[in-house]
């Protein structure tokens, strides 16, 4: 059973486009919602992060948006650039859990 | 900065062998876990640790031992390897009740 669901498996943008990458989960008492990014060849680091008593949060070019009552949240990139290409994980963490669930990943490719 | 250091990064074993995997962090972190990252798949958890002398299971443990007897380090054992254990593994640290894991740079294994 998957508990993190995320779309589309890979994405490819035009530089300077918007990144747009989908999760949605089913476990209300998820209460923490990372999203990691690899390069290739090296292991994946943690990129944004946000909890559900908000409903957006950016850093940089990158931003999520989080919606509670339809359990979706997303990943946004703004002005997308080469450098951004990567797998994303979105992620579930419940409260007082030590497990924290991935989503399958996306595969970005931004073409210059 | 070291942070999470796995060895060795790349091996192939024959069916029927054994090995370690061998992960150490120097960030003094309770939490260490071990993942595998196969194509479509995502990560998924296989063991876990809470701290020295505690393990318990992930989602794919079949195979697979772990042991925890100092707070830095954190070995995979596998003690009969197949060929479905070909995979990237990575070994990652976290504090305590935070989803911020710390990932090394991975171990690949192939088992012909």
């Known amino acids: 059973q998957q508990q993190v669901k995320q779309s589309p498996q890979s994405l490819i943008v035009q530089k300077g486009g918007i990144s747009i990458i989908n999760c949605a989960y089913e476990n209300t008492a998820f209460d923490y919602f990372p999203w990691y990014q690899q390069f290739p060849g090296k292991g994946p680091a943690l990129l944004i992060a946000?909890?559900?008593?908000?409903s957006e949060k950016k850093e940089g070019r990158f931003t999520i948006s989080f919606n509670k009552s339809a359990k979706q949240f997303s990943l946004h990139i703004m002005d997308s650039q080469p450098g951004d290409s990567a797998t994303y994980f979105c992620?579930?963490?419940?409260?007082?859990?030590?497990?924290?669930?991935f989503g399958k990943g996306t595969k970005l490719t931004v073409n210059p | 900065n070291a942070g999470v250091t796995q060895t060795p990064k790349f091996q192939v074993l024959k069916t029927g062998q054994s090995m370690t995997l061998q992960c150490a962090q120097d960030?003094?972190?309770?939490?260490m876990s071990w993942y595998r990252q196969d194509p479509g798949m995502g990560l998924r958890l296989i063991h876990y640790s809470v701290g020295a002398g505690i393990t318990d299971q992930g989602e794919v443990p079949n195979g697979y031992n772990v042991s925890r007897s100092t707070t830095e380090d954190f070995p995979l054992r596998l003690l009969s390897a197949a060929p479905s254990q070909t995979s990237v593994y990575f070994c990652?640290?976290?504090?305590?009740?935070?989803?911020?894991?710390?990932f090394g740079e991975g171990s690949r294994l192939t088992v012909l």
């Open positions: 946000i909890r559900p008593d908000v």
């Open positions: 990652a640290s976290n504090e305590a009740w935070t989803g911020e894991l710390f």
């Open positions: 960030m003094n972190h309770e939490y």
């Open positions: 992620a579930a963490l419940q409260g007082g859990s030590e497990k924290l669930v």
